[in-house]
């Protein structure tokens, strides 16, 4: 079993910075396929960005390309989420997930039905 742990959310205006970490307890697999995934009020949780802690791929949402940077301190099984540029549409509850590929396979899915571990979320609300 995996446990994570979200925190850095807040209220910022548009044009705000956050940065969002999820600290993950248990047992750490050495592939790991780990996401970030926003759910706004009254919509669908989609994700954001997600990346393969052994292989260091990256992968974003084209809605945060450019602003948003996913990364990992494997030191202290943290996972990160810069968010910069933040505007109204950005605000959601971010949840971290993970979950380890079969065979240990580098590419990771964007399907949010393919991640086993979840966080409780925090919240981000960007103001006008």
């Known amino acids: 079993q995996v446990q994570l742990v979200e925190s850095g959310g807040g209220s910022v205006q548009a044009g705000g910075s956050l940065r969002l970490s999820c600290v993950a307890s248990?047992?750490?697999?050495?592939?790991?396929?780990v996401a970030w995934f926003r759910q706004a009020p009254g919509k669908e949780r989609e994700g954001v960005a997600r990346?393969?802690?052994?292989?260091?791929?990256?992968y974003y949402a084209d809605s945060v390309k450019g602003r948003f940077t996913i990364s990992q301190d494997r030191a202290k099984n943290t996972l990160y989420l810069q968010m910069n540029s933040l505007n109204p549409e950005d605000t959601a509850v971010y949840y971290c997930?993970?979950?380890?590929?079969?065979?240990?396979?580098?590419?990771?899915?964007?399907?949010?039905?393919?991640?086993?571990?979840w966080g409780l979320g925090t919240q981000v609300s960007v103001s006008s």
């Open positions: 997930a993970a979950y380890a590929p079969d065979g240990g396979l580098a590419y990771c899915t964007s399907l949010k039905g393919d991640y086993t571990y």
């Open positions: 248990g047992y750490i697999y050495s592939t790991m396929c």
């Open positions: 990346m393969n802690t052994a292989y260091g791929r990256t």
